[in-house]
Antibody, heavy 116, light 110 residues
Framework: QVQLVQSGAEVKEPGASVKVSCKASGYTFTSYDIIWVRQAPGQGLEWMGWFKPNSGNSNYAQRFQGRATMTGTTSISTAYMELTSLTSDDTAVYYC?????????WGQGTLVTVSS | QSALTQPRSVSGSPGQSVTISCTGTSSDVGGYNFVSWYQQHPGKAPKPIIYDVTRRPSGVPDRFSGSKSGNTASLTISGLQTEDEADYYCCSYAGSDTVVFGGGTKLTVL
């Protein structure tokens, strides 16, 4: 079954970091890029960055440069998105999506809550 | 990287057609044939309904269609059904491994 399965919800304090995982199955992980998107409560979708599993390279939206790091472990077909220096504005659902036929396959989303 | 412009809301009655616009620039919508559309119901992950401007993923009804003219892409939903009530987002490739989303449109089926 072709799917992306993300890690579970997280609660973090301001200033902390969070690392969300996205495990691919049912296809060759290195064949397609992974896009990370987030959605704050009641808000729209926001592109965060682009991860290329075959090279390990990433490209980030300007507002996340220096704070987001996107990586992957090919042996376990898993992509990661780490976000540092969290503030309450980072409270959101974080999604990974496969870049094939548009963003044709999405993870279920990971809720990250930043609260003291 | 400015967001693409969508109307905040549209509405229609069952059986009618609605069109949602998505306006960008020559650096995104107008520059590439990589516009996609996503349907999102509350509490759910976005579901792809159109990609590469006009193509439908397998399983998406042909009531959903996409088009583009210049810097504006459009999603048309014909034969509206109650289950079409959702938020809709456009998305465009913007060059150099970047992507930009629209602000989203809430579709109400009256």
């Amino acid at each position: 079954q072709v799917q992306l399965v993300q890690s579970g919800a997280e609660v973090k304090e301001p200033g902390a970091s969070v690392k969300v995982s996205c495990k691919a199955s049912g296809y060759t992980f290195t064949s397609y890029d992974i896009i990370w998107v987030r959605q704050a409560p009641g808000q729209g979708l926001e592109w965060m960055g682009w991860f290329k599993p075959n090279s390990g390279n990433s490209n980030y939206a300007q507002r996340f440069q220096g704070r987001a790091t996107m990586t992957g472990t090919t042996s376990i077909s898993t992509a990661y998105m780490e976000l540092t220096s969290l503030t309450s504005d980072d409270t959101a659902v974080y999604y990974c999506a496969r870049n094939l036929a548009g963003l044709g396959l999405w993870g279920q989303g990971t809720l990250v809550t930043v609260s003291s | 990287q400015s967001a693409l412009t969508q109307p905040r809301s549209v509405s229609g009655s069952p059986g009618q057609s609605v069109t949602i616009s998505c306006t960008g620039t020559s650096s995104d919508v107008g520059g590439y044939n990589f516009v996609s559309w996503y349907q999102q119901h509350p509490g759910k992950a976005p579901k792809p309904i159109i990609y590469d401007v006009t193509r439908r993923p397998s399983g998406v009804p042909d009531r959903f269609s996409g088009s583009k003219s210049g810097n504006t892409a459009s999603l048309t939903i014909s034969g509206l059904q109650t289950e079409d009530e959702a938020d809709y987002y456009c998305c465009s490739y913007a060059g150099s491994d970047t992507v930009v989303f629209g602000g989203g449109t809430k579709l109400t089926v009256l």
